[in-house]
């Protein structure tokens, strides 16, 4: 056909939107997003013609004008156009707490608390018994006090912001004292020294890199007199001097510091901020609740810190804790309530969602088998090597039922927590490597992550790693299925 014949061929709007498949489509999504998926569809077409060669013209498929093909390729359109941007993908790296993977999965009932809360009305600043305005922090405070031994907590929406808002109420216009080795920074722009200074606390460092004694927290400490004379040269340490507010423990989350060292515990810390009435801060970062020496993970958890006598804790809601994005912070009821007064405590609230979720997740910790059992983190955590190879071995053989021509083997790996959490320890883990023929590694890496349910994967080596610690067990057909030739 000649050009001008197959423009003539193009169908009518009107035409395509009587097609029945559309018709229904219509009613689901909305006739505005259809007659514009067929106006666009139509207008590529012409588009297309109008750049053909009047030899290519004669070779156009018209087929592709008819009245069903132009309204399936619009349902088509319609259907990609609705692709949400934030899905679920299969983490294959072995690492659990991955930031760029959502870091924690949410327990099933968390999940269904959500939904269950958000769907419709809620209490959440409703006092239902008494029949008046209620306070969403009081939604969890019971919860965690019973679980931490806390007087209170508060939860805002992330440890940054609770790092913000602790720092903002309790050091604004003095000095928080803190070791050198402790001025951490957690990725993107969390860095200590920065929050500090946006709160508007001063610094106060001490110590050195590798060692800080408890002796250096306490010289650094001033009193508001000495801080008055230090404006008028009689400190010995000259500059500006403002009277210490805090003494802030930073957990080092996610590096280590080996060999010739020395760090102040927190007993110690507790101790000195008794004799000078001082309260004490421990930004703890990974929330973890149980002791999970047993499972290779040597990390302070809330209960034991608390213990100790610290003032405030802060910690994440999404790392070990394995709830949703927040920052909680737990301890004394006067800071607390102080801080739940604050300007910024309003610019840092979260809503229902997290509480829903928040509060099914915190309830898992009533009983720590409980805990460990439903509560993905934990669970990974806990699984142990010998599980690893069966499920790996699981992998292997519905690998090789969707794909025979693939060689398989499965080989131990070192599996991480990640999240910038507990960076030394290694969980002894299992993969399944993978080699389809003599294609390389970073190409089946690719085929995985274009896979309908994307797979990202571990490289090591040049060898294609799917470590199964982070894949759910009702995910390994799924897996396999992105192997399908
Ligand atoms: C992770 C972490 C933070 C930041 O927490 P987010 O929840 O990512 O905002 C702050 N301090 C410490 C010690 C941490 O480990």
Same mark, same amino acid.
């Given at each position: 056909m000649t050009k001008k014949e197959l423009l003539r061929g193009l169908p009518k709007i009107d035409e395509v939107l009587k097609q029945e498949s559309l018709v229904v489509l219509s009613e689901e999504k909305g006739d505005l997003m259809v007659t514009e998926a067929v106006r666009s569809v139509i207008a590529?077409?012409?588009?297309?013609?109008?750049?053909? =060669?009047?030899?290519?013209?004669e070779e156009f498929d018209a087929s592709a004008l008819e009245i069903e093909a132009v309204a399936e390729a619009a349902e088509a359109k319609v259907l990609r156009d609705e692709e949400l941007n934030l899905y679920p993908l299969i983490n294959a790296t072995g690492t659990i707490l991955h930031t760029n993977l959502g870091r924690a999965p949410l327990c099933r009932d968390a999940v269904e608390n959500v939904a269950r809360v958000s769907r419709g009305y809620s209490d959440l600043e409703y006092n239902v018994p008494k029949g008046k305005r209620g306070s969403r922090h009081d939604l969890v405070s019971e919860l965690i006090a019973e679980l931490t031994g806390a007087e209170d907590a508060m939860v805002v929406n992330n440890n940054a912001a609770a790092t913000m808002i602790v720092l903002a109420s309790m050091g604004a216009g003095k000095e928080i004292v803190v070791s050198r080795g402790e001025l951490v920074? %957690?990725?993107?722009?969390?860095?200590?020294?920065?929050?500090?200074?946006?709160? *508007?606390?001063?610094?106060?460092?001490? *110590?050195? =890199? &590798?060692?800080? /004694? $408890?002796?250096?927290?306490?010289? $650094?400490?001033?009193? /508001?007199?000495?801080?008055?004379?230090a404006m008028y040269g009689m400190d010995p340490r000259g500059g500006m001097r403002f009277e210490t507010g805090a003494l802030m423990k930073v957990h080092k989350s996610n590096y280590d510091i080996v060999g010739f060292t020395e760090e102040a515990s927190l007993e110690e810390l507790v101790e000195i901020g008794k004799k000078h009435d001082l309260p004490v801060i421990f930004d703890m970062g990974n929330g973890l609740m149980l002791d999970m020496?047993?499972?290779? #993970? &040597?990390?302070? &958890?809330?209960? $034991?810190?608390?213990?100790?006598?610290?003032?405030?804790?802060?910690?994440?809601?999404? /790392?070990? #804790?394995?709830?949703p994005q927040a920052g909680i912070i737990v301890g004394k009821k006067k800071y607390i309530k102080a801080m739940k007064k604050h300007p910024l405590a309003r610019a840092m609230r979260v809503d229902k969602m997290t509480f829903a979720a928040l509060e099914a997740t915190l309830m898992k910790y009533r009983d720590p088998k409980v805990a460990l059992r439903d509560i993905p983190v934990l669970n990974m955590i806990a699984a142990s090597g010998e599980d690893m190879r069966a499920k790996a071995e699981r992998l292997a053989d519905a690998i090789k039922r969707v794909n025979?021509?693939?060689?398989?083997? #499965?080989?131990?790996?070192?599996?991480? %927590?990640? *999240?910038? =959490?507990?960076?030394?320890?290694? #969980?002894?883990?299992?993969?399944?490597?993978?080699?389809?023929?003599? /294609?390389?590694?970073?190409r089946t890496e690719r085929k995985l992550r274009k896979a309908e349910v994307p797979v990202v994967a571990r490289i090591n080596e040049d060898r294609l790693l799917l470590c199964v610690r982070t894949i759910a067990e009702d995910k390994l057909e799924t897996v396999a299925e992105a192997l399908r030739k």
């Open positions: 590529g077409l012409r588009a297309s013609i109008l750049d053909l =060669s009047d030899k290519k013209a920074e %957690i990725g993107g722009a969390f860095r200590i020294p920065d929050i500090m200074m946006q709160s *508007g606390a001063y610094l106060q460092e001490v *110590g050195t =890199s &590798n060692k800080t /004694k $408890a002796s250096d927290y306490e010289n $650094a400490i001033i009193t /508001k007199e000495q801080a008055e004379d020496s047993a499972y290779g #993970l &040597n990390e302070p &958890n809330i209960p $034991a810190s608390l213990a100790t006598g610290i003032d405030v804790m802060l910690f994440s809601g999404d /790392k070990l #804790l394995g709830g025979p021509a693939l060689s398989l083997e #499965l080989v131990p790996v070192e599996d991480q %927590i990640g *999240g910038g =959490s507990a960076p030394m320890v290694r #969980l002894p883990g299992w993969a399944v490597s993978v080699k389809d023929g003599m /294609k390389s590694a970073d």
